[in-house]
């Protein structure tokens, strides 16, 4: 029997094992995504070392895909799989350096807090159950995973909600229980009135190959879902393709694509300014939503965000940007940090999965005063 051990064969784990023979220089490596060259997510295990001073090294973080997401970054540690706190973590010529001493035999470090496909399908078991939902799988992935879509709502405009194209960004299937706790919520009379005035498709993660096999940014063929809305196919990426063919049955009015950013340590919107003939519409509704969204969220900011694309050059391959050209719809990409809000800084969390949540029952506000609008 091993008393130290470290291991990541589980639902979403990541991590090579270079070398464990020394508590105080544990050597690691974060394996790649599958048919990619992307890095970055991790998740692992340590057991049998309570009360010692233990140094993980990742001594290939600097080939990962964003390096930029290393500065002033610190790892999530968890005890019990549900309380996620962070750990003192630096980067230093090349190497991501994680310095920890566990109080209790068995640890999970992380990039991010990890949502397990258990628990998402714990989430689709539980929401079915509120009577005005309709739960439907759209298609299956690659290696044969459900597609969940979650249908509420009765009125006639029609909001799609989509979360974790990239199934590193775990902090959007977080923002998704927010969302939807408080969607579902009858004892909210802004989501009762939001529910009458419009249709809600949500698909609360997007890439569950991805997800379950602890990949950054690509299913299992290798694809990078946000780059695959302009040419999707069964063959490379089956859950974009099931997901146009039902947007057209049921054409979108807002299109809410979430996502997290690995370097920015804020919570923004990017929009779809820079698709052929943005319209001046599209543009007041999403002005609408963003001060809605900063109204009923401090932790949500517009100061800080991507630069915006020159009129014409917008990406029509990411979701945001096809949705917003096809559709003529409000489109939009919600980012959110794998640090923290810098804004609001918390030192023993950083941005958490309660804030994530927090953050999706908040929208529903900006999605208010904008409805009548689309």
């Known amino acids: 029997m091993t008393d130290f051990h470290i291991n990541a064969g589980f639902d979403s784990g990541n991590i090579i094992v270079n070398d464990a023979s020394d508590h105080a220089n544990i050597r690691l490596a974060i394996r790649k995504d599958t048919n990619s060259d992307f890095y970055q997510w991790f998740h692992f295990r340590l057991t049998g070392a309570k009360d010692k001073t233990c140094l993980m090294v990742i001594e290939n973080a600097e080939g990962a895909a964003y390096t930029g997401g290393w500065e002033d970054y610190r790892a999530c540690a968890s005890y019990d799989r549900e309380t996620w706190f962070r750990v003192d973590t ?24 990890p949502y397990s496909m258990d628990r998402h399908a714990d989430l689709i078991a539980e929401v079915g159950t509120h009577p005005d939902v309709s739960v439907s799988v759209l298609g299956e992935t690659i ?5 969940d879509c979650v249908t509420v709502g ?15 960004e775990s902090m959007a299937e977080w923002w998704m229980e927010g969302f939807l706790a408080r969607l579902l919520d009858d004892d909210d009379p802004l989501a009762r009135v939001l529910r009458e005035k419009a249709t809600f498709h949500i698909i609360p993660n997007m890439n569950p190959d991805g997800s379950r096999q602890g990949n950054l940014r690509t299913n299992a063929a290798g694809s990078n879902l946000n780059r695959e809305w302009d040419k999707a196919s069964i063959q490379s990426s089956p859950e974009v393709y099931y997901t ?35 319209t001046d519409k599209q543009a007041k509704n999403q002005a609408t939503f963003l001060e809605a969204y900063k109204r009923s969220s401090p932790d949500f900011q517009t100061k800080v965000g991507y630069p915006v694309s020159a009129p014409g050059q917008g990406n029509l391959s990411m979701c945001t940007n096809w949705t917003a050209h096809e559709y003529d719809c409000l489109a939009m990409t919600l980012e959110m940090p794998f640090k923290d809000n810098a804004n609001l800084p918390d030192e023993e969390f950083g941005w958490s999965p309660d804030r994530c949540a927090k953050l999706g029952g908040a929208v529903l506000d900006a999605m208010m005063a904008v409805v009548d609008e689309l």
Request: net charge negative; charged share 20%; glycine share 10%.
């Open 244 to 278: 146009i063919l039902a947007m057209n049955a049921a054409r979108p009015d807002l299109c809410l694509d979430v996502h997290g950013d690995e370097a920015l340590p804020y919570n923004f919107i990017a929009g779809a300014e820079g698709i052929p003939g943005y």
């Open 90 to 113: 630096s980067y230093e010529n090349g190497e991501l350096i994680i310095s920890h001493t566990p109080e209790l035999d068995s640890v999970y470090y992380a990039y991010f807090a």
């Open 143 to 147: 290696e044969g995973q459900s597609m």
């Open 154 to 168: 009765t009125g006639e405009k029609t909001m799609w909600v989509i979360a974790r194209q990239h199934p590193g």
